[in-house]
């Protein structure tokens, strides 16, 4: 097959990219981005900040234009990120306790209420541990509502969209000896051993030289799979994108029956939230790097 998203069809998996809503009148940008990806993940556009500004007021604007252009094209569209630290609006980020509890709950059903039933996957809980040695969870408003605010949004999730994949997703967790990781890893076992509803954990997978990709990714996927959740790579972009590296996290997403596919974040370097690392698979110019042509091999089977 000649274009990504047709080449990891091959194995049932999709091949996806982060969108960003204003780009979308960049003609190269859209034309790359339809002709290569069938599943869509709105890089901002669904966080809480962009679709519940005020509280009580939801707004869809910008989420419906990633999402409508990803129906449009024929792609699935990944859900980001219904509880998450970051880019809460100024409402959310002054509120604690049980009202806080509250409004995490009023969001996810109101964000999840307007795409019901068309969403395939959903980050439902993002970025919930901490960096470093510790295996703790990571400080914030959210986890100071009390320990159990993660599996109280699965719950309030599988309610609001039974059809939607529910996924926790986080980074530097690719590594299966990171502490990070082994702390996910628990908390995974810990909700299928009693019964919160979590069906997929998302790699992100942004690797540099300070978090590099290793090659015991493939163990972490599979160990996670052993579990009984699905597994994606969601975020995928790799500094400098040597083809070696990105055809190895292919390869591993091929090696784990339930690796559901791969998103790479963003369309060319100059898109990418870190474009000086020129982590992506295309050129500004909008032409195809090494790396994808390796990762086009590698998807279509070496
Ligand atoms: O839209 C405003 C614009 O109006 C304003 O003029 C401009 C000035 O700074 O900011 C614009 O918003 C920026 C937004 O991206 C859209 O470009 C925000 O400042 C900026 O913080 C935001 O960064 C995003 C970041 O998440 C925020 O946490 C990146 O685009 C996005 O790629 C990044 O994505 C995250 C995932 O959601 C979670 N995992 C990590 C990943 C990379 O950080």
């Known amino acids: 097959e000649s274009t990504l998203g047709a080449a990891a069809a091959q194995s049932g998996r999709y091949f996806g990219t982060a969108i960003a809503a204003n780009r979308l009148s960049d003609s190269t940008y859209a034309t790359i981005a339809a002709r290569e990806f069938d599943s ?32 449009q ?11 998450w630290h970051s880019q809460q609006p100024g409402w959310m ?62 719950r309030t999730a599988r309610a609001a969209d039974p059809n939607a994949k529910l996924c926790y997703n986080d980074y530097n967790v690719e590594n299966w000896n990171w502490a990070k990781t082994q702390a996910m890893y628990n908390m995974v076992r810990d909700f299928k051993s009693r019964g919160v509803p979590i069906d997929c954990v998302g790699f992100q997978s942004h690797f540099n030289s300070g978090s590099p ?14 579990l009984g959740v699905d597994v994606a790579v969601t975020e995928l972009d790799i500094q400098g994108a040597p083809a070696a590296t990105y055809a190895n996290v292919v390869n591993d997403c091929l090696a784990v ?35 994808y042509t390796a990762v086009l091999n590698a998807l279509n089977g070496g």
């Open 93 to 154: 980020q002054s509120l604690s306790g049980s009202a806080l509890r509250q409004a995490m709950i009023d969001h996810i059903n109101g964000v999840m209420a307007h795409y019901k039933g068309k969403i395939a996957q959903w980050d439902v809980v993002n970025e919930a541990f901490a960096d470093g040695s510790s295996g703790a969870r990571r400080d914030s408003n959210l986890q100071r509502t009390g320990n159990d605010w993660i599996e109280v949004a699965f």
């Open 257 to 291: 029956e339930r690796c559901l596919g791969i998103t790479v974040w963003g369309v060319r370097d100059s898109d990418s939230w870190r474009s000086e690392q020129t982590p992506l698979l295309f050129n500004n110019d909008g032409s195809k790097k090494p790396a």
């Open 40 to 71: 869509v993940t709105a890089e901002n556009e669904m966080k809480i900040d962009a679709t519940e500004p005020q509280r009580g007021q939801f707004n869809f604007t910008a989420a419906d234009r990633v999402y409508n252009w990803a129906v």
């Open 73 to 83: 094209n024929g792609k699935e569209v990944r859900g980001h990120t219904l509880a």
């Open 213 to 226: 990709y290793d090659s015991n990714f493939r163990t972490t996927l599979q160990n996670f799979a052993a």
